[in-house]
């Protein structure tokens, strides 16, 4: 920056990668297309990053890195500090830690989740062991709750991750997200070279870590896509009619169907689900 006071999107990416190895140039263009970032443009088109472009861009980076916040989360936060005239956001001071109150005996360790009980007179048998990332695990991204009005409808979210993102929140080796890929239960989208993965990958995601703590593999997780498939096509087949009418109100009619035809299958599939394994569970009680 001698000769000039802005870098290029080039040499922004060189600044920035040994703190974030992961960041591309797909990756800044992602982040601008999403309105987070908005350089000035050289006659020709090439971009100019002053300071205050990079600082917010560092801001950006590290919050997606260290808190997983979603997008949309990420842009309202910006919004509101350049209203109130700042380069970036303040940081939120993390909350003090919890101070434990003396009440004479300590309780006793719960048990680890993963860990089933033995029958009585035999030792337990060890949990399957689980492929998760060797990093620390950072604070997870909350999604939003399924209404329970429309089965469909996840609700806002602005989740975006890449593919280390996305095995860092859901405690998944790469190799492992690759898997679920293969036999079609991750997809993600293709910006620019790179792939990003929306909330419904991270509950795909973890869905599966959990699945695996039992031994279950992504082939065998696919029957639930399989079965996702056909339902959905059966819906379509009733929805059809509704869909011809080519007019906004009849859309928005099916669609308000679909929601609703998909909260009934839940409630028939979980209690079909509780009815055929009745007969094991009625033994542990």
């Known amino acids: 920056m001698a000769d000039r006071s802005h870098l290029s999107i080039g040499e922004v990416l060189s600044l920035l990668q040994d703190d974030f190895p992961d960041v591309t140039i797909s990756k800044i263009r992602f982040l601008e297309s999403q309105g987070l970032l908005d350089p ?33 989360v990420i842009k309202e936060r910006l919004e509101a500090a350049d209203a109130a005239g700042l380069p970036v956001p303040p940081d939120e001071p993390a909350p003090p830690p919890p101070v434990a109150e003396p009440t004479g ?91 990003y993965f929306d909330g419904e ?25 399989v079965a996702a498939e056909r339902e959905a096509g059966f819906m379509e087949q009733v929805i059809m009619p509704l869909l011809k009418q080519r007019n906004p109100t009849a859309r928005q009619q099916a669609a308000q169907n679909l929601g609703e035809m998909a909260h009934l299958g839940e409630q028939l599939r979980g209690a079909l689900l509780r009815s055929a394994l009745r007969g094991h569970t009625d033994r542990a009680r």
């Open 105 to 195: 005996d300590a309780p006793a360790p719960a048990p680890a989740a993963s860990a089933a009980p033995a029958p009585e007179g035999r030792p337990a048998a060890p949990a399957p062991e689980v492929r998760r990332s060797s990093r620390p695990a950072p604070p997870l991204p909350s999604l939003p709750a399924t209404s329970a009005d429309n089965g469909l409808d996840p609700g806002p979210s602005g989740v975006s991750l890449t593919k280390e993102e996305l095995a860092q929140a859901s405690g998944l080796e790469p190799a492992a997200l690759d898997e679920l890929a293969r036999y079609g239960l991750l997809v993600g989208e293709q910006v620019g070279g790179d792939t």
């Open 201 to 225: 990958a991270l509950v795909v995601a973890r869905a599966a870590a959990g699945f695996m703590r039992f031994g279950i593999e992504a082939r065998h997780l696919r029957m639930y896509k």
């Open 40 to 72: 000035e443009r050289t006659p020709s088109g090439y971009r100019k990053f002053y300071e205050p472009d990079i600082e917010r861009l560092r801001w950006i980076l590290r919050h997606q890195r260290d808190h997983f916040l979603p997008l949309k």
